[in-house]
């Protein structure tokens, strides 16, 4: 069975600082690993996803993240926080070769920015 | 806009009485999830359709919920009798077969409140 733990509920950082969001997986199989945002009152959408190629993953708006097997992390990372950012962040883990259901969505990290 | 629309956007219901969501995936996509969202949590799978098939239901999906994806285009997502628990946001997200697992595009979602 799969499962992911986002460590932070919330996390508040000053417009300009780094982002740090933290995930950590369990899976049987070889995972693929993604993070999703939501903004208020919008759809989820795909920020950067993992499928066993290049470990250190680039996403959009300048975030990225990095596999690590032996921690079973997968943390979220910006260089500089922008006021936009502000959102509910989730980590997913999916197993499995086909396009079924498999995906398991952590519980969520609300990024606050503040000016 | 091309993207997963749903309808309504907001229902407020009375327990006991019958709701039924809509999903309108991206055209071209075949696969086509329903997700329930409740306050402080991630996404959990509800059902999956392949075209018109039904392919996997959660055991979240009790007796009281319905889905069906008649022509392998659009999907409702029917709850008999709800009840309050049932309140919460139902998401619909659609993917291509052979893109990458996982990355699906998620509508804006459904929020259901039952009284």
């Known amino acids: 069975a799969q499962s992911v733990t986002q460590l932070d509920s919330h996390v508040s950082v000053s417009e300009g600082t780094p982002v740090l969001l933290r995930c950590n997986y369990s899976?049987?199989?070889?995972?693929?690993l993604f993070w999703y945002v939501q903004h208020p009152n919008k759809g989820l959408q795909l920020l950067l996803k993992?499928?066993?190629?290049?470990?250190l993953v680039k996403g959009i708006n300048g975030f990225e993240a990095e596999f690590k097997k032996s921690e079973t992390s997968f943390h979220l990372t910006k260089p500089s926080a922008h006021m936009s950012d502000a959102a509910e962040y989730f980590c997913?883990?999916?197993?499995?070769?086909?396009?079924?259901?498999?995906?398991?969505f952590g519980s969520g990290t609300r990024l606050q920015v503040q000016p | 806009d091309t993207g997963v629309s749903q309808d309504p956007r907001h229902k407020i219901t009375k327990r006991g009485q019958n709701v039924t969501f809509r999903c309108d995936p991206i055209?071209?996509?075949?696969?086509l999830y329903w997700y329930r969202q409740t306050l402080g949590q991630g996404p959990e799978f509800l059902t999956y359709f392949q075209n018109e098939a039904q392919l996997e239901k959660s055991r979240l999906l009790s007796d009281r919920f319905s889905a069906e994806r008649p022509k392998g285009s659009f999907s409702t997502l029917e709850i008999q009798r709800t009840e309050q628990g049932d309140s919460a946001m139902y998401l619909c997200?659609?993917?291509?077969?052979?893109?990458?697992?996982?990355?699906?595009?998620f509508g804006e979602g459904s929020r259901l409140t039952v009284l």
């Open positions: 899976s049987s199989y070889s995972p693929s």
């Open positions: 997913v883990v999916s197993e499995g070769d086909t396009g079924r259901r498999a995906l398991t």
């Open positions: 055209s071209e996509h075949n696969r």
């Open positions: 997200a659609s993917s291509l077969a052979g893109t990458v697992r996982g990355e699906l595009f």
């Open positions: 993992y499928t066993s190629a290049a470990t």
